[in-house]
């Protein structure tokens, strides 16, 4: 004879498991899925993050071709970081790293967004970076 939790573990399984199911058509994102990229060893002289006076002089030694780790150890860890596509209108579409940094010191609040490029190696470096109104 079925015991009573093996028959309910065989009916509540199926209608939970449904639920995590994509539906036909739907289209779940890889990209997002990607974990940002961490180099083992990167936290060693990582600074607490300078304040926006600060921030911005040192925004000015930010140079193209500078690698992830180095400016992580210049602002602190960002506060948001994602996957940004470019250069899709020129025809040669390629995958950035963007991180941001949101300074509350700064009347309104400010902040630096820096763009990584992927190297022939694999190491992020940046590309570009600014202070977005």
Same mark, same amino acid.
């Given at each position: 004879?079925?015991?009573?939790? %093996?028959?309910?573990? $065989?009916?509540?399984?199926?209608?939970?498991?449904?639920?995590?199911?994509?539906?036909?058509?739907?289209?779940?994102? $890889?990209?997002?899925?990607?974990?940002?990229?961490?180099?083992?060893?990167?936290? $060693?002289?990582?600074?607490?993050? *300078?304040?926006? /006076?600060? #921030?911005? =002089?040192?925004?000015?030694?930010?140079?193209?071709?500078?690698? =992830?780790?180095? $400016?992580? #150890?210049?602002?602190?860890?960002?506060?948001? #970081?994602?996957?940004?596509?470019?250069? %899709? #209108? &020129?025809?040669?579409?390629? %995958? &950035?790293?963007?991180?941001?940094?949101?300074? =509350?010191?700064?009347? *309104?609040?400010?902040?630096?967004?820096?763009?990584? /490029? /992927?190297?022939?190696?694999? +190491?992020?470096?940046? +590309?570009?970076?600014?202070?977005?109104?």
């Amino acid at each position: 004879m079925i015991s009573i939790y %093996r028959l309910l573990l $065989v009916l509540v399984v199926p209608v939970f498991g449904f639920g995590c199911m994509p539906q036909s058509g739907e289209v779940t994102p $890889v990209e997002a899925s990607l974990p940002l990229p961490v180099l083992p060893g990167t936290t $060693v002289g990582i600074q607490a993050r *300078p304040s926006f /006076q600060n #921030a911005l =002089q040192l925004a000015d030694e930010v140079k193209v071709g500078m690698p =992830q780790r180095v $400016v992580e #150890a210049m602002f602190g860890s960002p506060d948001k #970081a994602g996957y940004k596509e470019y250069g %899709r #209108a &020129a025809g040669s579409p390629w %995958r &950035a790293l963007v991180w941001e940094w949101v300074f =509350q010191d700064a009347t *309104p609040p400010r902040a630096l967004s820096i763009v990584f /490029q /992927q190297d022939e190696s694999g +190491n992020w470096r940046v +590309n570009h970076g600014d202070w977005p109104e």
